[in-house]
């Protein structure tokens, strides 16, 4: 049984570059959050994805964006890199619209590097 | 605001001894959840333990118990046994009830080295 797995595991990319970042979920989940992690830090929440739609969003400008698949995988896009977006990008899925008590399942996330 | 805090940024435990990583929470939510997770070396968080805010009992899953305090909002990890595969970072969190979504808060974390 695959778990979450993300693609790819390392990205150097330059200022002012756009970023593609790609997350499976666990076999069936079909519920996809994204976090960012910078170095010595805990996760941020990004935003959430379920059924193709945008249903939760954190504290992040709109240079961030997502979609999620009809296969129930997704994407991350962050658009006019700044050096500050350095961080590790993980993502955790789920299944169903959540009760408080639901855990999710991560990743081991993408390391971007922002030159 | 709703907030994680973990004051430990490093801890040593010797092995087969028991340790406590503590984490204080701040919500004005009457229900939440409250989330222990693990991060080893390779970036992927694993969950260890869950607290509702309405559960009479401390949660316990393994060697891993919570002591569970909410009038005093701590929801502190407690590891019995320790064993070198624990050396990893540990991270307390929260969902609010209203939330029922994605969104975590974490803490900054506790880097716990267990030395044999």
């Known amino acids: 049984d695959a778990g979450v797995t993300q693609s790819p595991t390392h990205l150097i990319k330059t200022r002012g570059q756009q970023v593609t970042l790609r997350c499976s979920p666990k076999?069936?989940?079909?519920?996809v959050s994204w976090y960012q992690q910078a170095l010595g830090q805990g996760p941020q929440f990004i935003f959430q994805y379920y059924e193709e739609e945008e249903r939760q969003r954190g504290n992040f400008p709109d240079r961030f964006s997502g979609h999620q698949f009809p296969n129930y995988s997704s994407e991350l896009n962050v658009n006019a890199l700044l050096l500050g977006d350095s961080a590790l990008y993980l993502c955790?899925?789920?299944?169903?619209?959540?009760?408080?008590?639901?855990?999710?399942?991560f990743g081991s996330g993408t390391q971007l590097s922002v030159l | 605001a709703q907030k994680i805090t973990q004051t430990q940024p490093g801890m040593f435990v010797q092995e087969k001894e028991a340790v406590t990583l503590d984490c204080t929470y701040d919500?004005?939510?009457?229900?939440?959840?409250l989330f222990w997770y693990k991060q080893p070396s390779s970036g992927e968080m694993i969950f260890l333990i869950y607290?509702?805010?309405?559960?009479?009992q401390n949660a316990t899953e393994g060697r891993y118990s919570l002591n569970f305090q909410k009038a005093r909002k701590s929801a502190n990890l407690v590891i019995s046994a320790s064993q070198l595969g624990d050396s990893a970072m540990y991270f307390c969190?929260?969902?609010?009830?209203?939330?029922?979504?994605?969104?975590?808060?974490f803490g900054q974390g506790t880097e716990l080295s267990v030395k044999p």
């Open positions: 607290q509702g805010s309405y559960d009479q």
């Open positions: 969190a929260m969902r609010p009830i209203y939330n029922q979504g994605g969104k975590l808060i």
């Open positions: 076999s069936g989940h079909d519920t």
């Open positions: 919500t004005s939510d009457p229900s939440y959840g």
């Open positions: 955790a899925s789920s299944w169903g619209h959540l009760a408080t008590n639901e855990k999710l399942f």
